[in-house]
């Protein structure tokens, strides 16, 4: 089983939807991040959470929100989807902060 | 300035040929620096993580660190049509990583 799991790994959706996408993590890591990756724009972090209690943005926040549910899991929601939020959304987790990040496979998610 | 940039390709290589990879950076704070791979349709995968300057070899991969001129480069030696995919290069201090935008390899049979 993947150390990082996306749910789902592809959507579908329509301008002005709210979606969520899940990451769960068995690598028992504090810190996770969301990040979305564009043709020729590369990686780009949205949201980061060192622990349950902290929720910090990233630097493409606007339009996005998320939930640390529990150390394992950390949500994504774009309340009012828009076109130009069609990526590839990826979530990841660290041990620390200098610490290499793991990646999830990804969620492609399209905005009609 | 961008804090870290790297040439997005495509490069073309044939197979068995060496492969330099490289980012340049700016903010001089950066300590460790990482290299990953990712295969298309796929998360990124780290490939090499280093803190000092110098070198670090893992199989036929070699990652360099100049901190002076603020450079690291990644080697692939006897490229195989299986190294085919995108890296991205990475760099922290205490904070969320930085990562450039990826160069795009073709590792042609």
């Known amino acids: 089983d993947a150390d990082v799991t996306q749910t789902p790994r592809n959507r579908i959706t329509k301008t002005g939807k709210r979606i969520m996408l899940e990451c769960s993590q068995t690598?028992?890591?504090?810190?996770m991040y969301w990040y979305r990756q564009d043709p020729g724009l590369g990686l780009r972090l949205i949201y980061y959470s060192f622990d349950v209690k902290d929720i910090n943005k990233g630097e493409i926040s606007d339009g996005y929100s998320v939930s640390r549910q529990a150390q394992a899991k950390f949500s994504l929601s774009l309340e009012s989807a828009i076109p130009n939020q069609t990526a590839l959304y990826f979530c990841a987790t660290s041990e620390s902060g200098n610490s290499p990040l793991h990646f999830g496979n990804g969620t492609r998610l399209t905005v009609t | 300035q961008k804090e870290v940039e790297q040439d997005p390709g495509p490069l073309s290589v044939p197979e068995g040929a060496i492969v330099s990879l490289n980012c340049t950076y700016s903010n001089s704070a950066f300590q460790y620096f990482m290299w990953y791979r990712q295969y298309s349709r796929k998360g990124p995968e780290l490939l090499m993580y280093t803190y000092s300057s110098g070198n670090k070899e893992d199989g036929r991969f070699t990652a360099q660190v100049d901190k002076s001129s603020k450079y690291i480069s990644l080697f692939i030696r006897d490229s195989q049509p299986s190294d085919s995919a995108t890296y991205l290069c990475?760099?922290?201090?205490?904070?969320?990583?930085?990562f450039g935008k990826g160069t795009r390899l073709s590792v042609i049979a």
């Open positions: 990475a760099m922290v201090r205490n904070t969320p990583l930085v």
């Open positions: 690598k028992g890591h504090d810190r």
